[in-house]
Structures are given as C-alpha cells and as structure tokens.
C-alpha cells in the first residue's frame, strides 16, 4: 500500500485545523449567513488573482487559519485599523463577498511632512480594481476614532487590527480612546481581532520601537479594560523556541506571534 505524501499530509492537517478554527468562531458570530467552510476558504486564499507578494506573506500569515479564526461570513461589514498595503484588507473582502463592505483605515497625512510616493489609500484602491475586492472602502481617520463618518456606533461585525498596535506605543496614539471607538463601532457581538509581536513577560509595551513587540497580558488588559471580553487565542502563529529578545529571532526562525479573538457582550 502506498504511503500519503508530505502534500497531502499537510492538507489534511490543515484541513482539520480550519474545521476546528471554524467550530471555535460559531459561538461568536451566530445568526444569519454561515461561516466559511473550509473549502471556501481554501478557495479564497487560492484565487488566481492574489498577488505574488501576497502569496510569499502567506507563508508567515497563514491567511487560511486567520479567516478561520475570525469567523467571517459572507454580506458582513468589516474594519481593518492601519490598513497599510492591504494584505488583510483584501482577504477580508474576498470573504465577506459582494453583499459585504471592508474599510481600510488609515490615519491622514501629517501636512508638516513630505507626501510619501505611495499612501495606504493608494494601494487599497489598486486592490479594489480586482472584482473580487471592489468592495474594499479607503478611509482617512486618526486611530482614535478610526470608523468612517457615520459608521462609529454598531455598525460593523468585525474589527482587526493586525501587527501593529505595538507601534503605538511609539507613535503617542491614545489607545484607551481607539480601543472605546473599536467597541463602539462594533455591533454587540461582533469581534475585534488583535494580532501582534510577542514580547517577553514584564515588558508590556516597552520595547515596541526597539523589538517591536508587545507583551500579550498588556495587550488583553488594555482592550478589555474598553469593556470587551477575550473569547479566543489563536496558536497558529505561536513560536515558543522564539526566545522574544530581539526584533528577528537567532538563530532565524518564525516569530512568535499570538492573534487574540475579543467580542462586544
């Protein structure tokens, strides 16, 4: 009898890891369309029109187990806080589909500084010109008010915020007031999913110019304190032979990364 290749081992697993994932979302995200299947999913993240570069970042992201871990669902309306390129951007708006919305935040240019070549808006309506991403909405906010006008109380599903609330830290953004406008964007029930960097025990969000971490009790604290309740952490990303005391670990090995599920009661 002949044995199963590494291949078909690895879709297996992955598989039956996006099965569990997805079973984990179902209590968060109840009510109208289902979830994503597996098969959806994977179908998603295969669509021959993703970029190339998006597909390199796939091997560190692992967009499938993301999707998964979210609990998208088709016709939802999404928020993606410091959108930058739009990578998760335009995953998010693949899932949600036609009858869904996705804006990407980004905060306005400081005039006082040089234009840059390229801005985050730029790039996401580069994105939008796929068909399968035209529902992809750029918006110009601060991050402590990131929602569009008019869309700042309960009128989205999901919020994610995606390696990047470490550099806050650095940037003197009042994270109290973004993490409040986040729960107050959201509809009761949606969810806020937080991925980040992790740092060391003790070193909350200290090193988020030097290492670029944050330590993940500091994080939950934080956006628990805005009155969300932890409903999940993911381990797909984790790395715990990441000794965490440098930006990129040595010798060279994935990051370890955690991605935390929050809920609006």
């Given amino acids: 009898m002949s044995q199963p290749n590494s291949r078909t081992t690895h ?10 994932l997805i079973c984990v979302g179902c209590a968060s995200t109840t009510g109208g369309p289902p979830l994503l299947s ?4 994977a179908a998603i993240v295969a669509a021959p029109d993703r970029s190339d570069a998006d597909r390199r970042n796939d091997e560190r992201r692992k967009p499938a187990e993301v999707l998964a871990f ?3 669902k088709p016709g939802m309306t999404a928020l993606d806080v410091s959108a930058g390129g ?10 949600v ?5 996705v804006y990407g935040q980004s905060r306005p240019r400081d005039p006082s500084r040089p234009a840059p070549a ?3 808006a730029m790039a996401l309506a580069e994105r939008a010109q796929k068909a399968s991403a035209a529902n992809i909405v750029a ?13 700042e109380n309960g009128a989205f599903n999901v919020v994610t915020l995606f390696f990047n609330y470490h550099d806050f830290g650095g940037m003197g953004i009042d994270r109290a007031r973004l993490n409040a406008a986040v729960f107050a964007a959201l509809k009761p029930g949606g969810v806020y999913v937080v991925a980040d960097h992790a740092g060391r025990p003790g070193t909350g969000i200290s090193e988020s110019t030097t290492l670029h971490r944050i330590e993940e009790s500091f994080l939950r604290r934080e956006v628990e304190a805005a009155g969300f309740r932890l409903d999940q952490a993911g381990d797909f990303l984790r790395n715990p032979a990441d000794p965490r005391d440098r930006e990129e ?3 060279k090995q994935p990051k370890d990364e955690f991605v935390l599920r929050f809920v609006k009661p």
């Fill in 97 to 101: 589909g036609p009858g869904g919305r």
């Fill in 139 to 151: 918006v110009e906010r601060p991050y402590e008010s990131p929602a569009p006008i008019g869309l």
């Fill in 249 to 251: 670990p040595e010798p």
């Fill in 11 to 20: 879709r297996k697993a992955l598989a039956t890891t996006l099965a569990a």
């Fill in 118 to 120: 390229r801005t985050s």
């Fill in 70 to 72: 979210i609990g998208i």
């Fill in 86 to 95: 739009g990578y998760t951007t335009e995953l998010l708006a693949r899932a």
């Fill in 38 to 41: 597996s098969q959806q999913i």
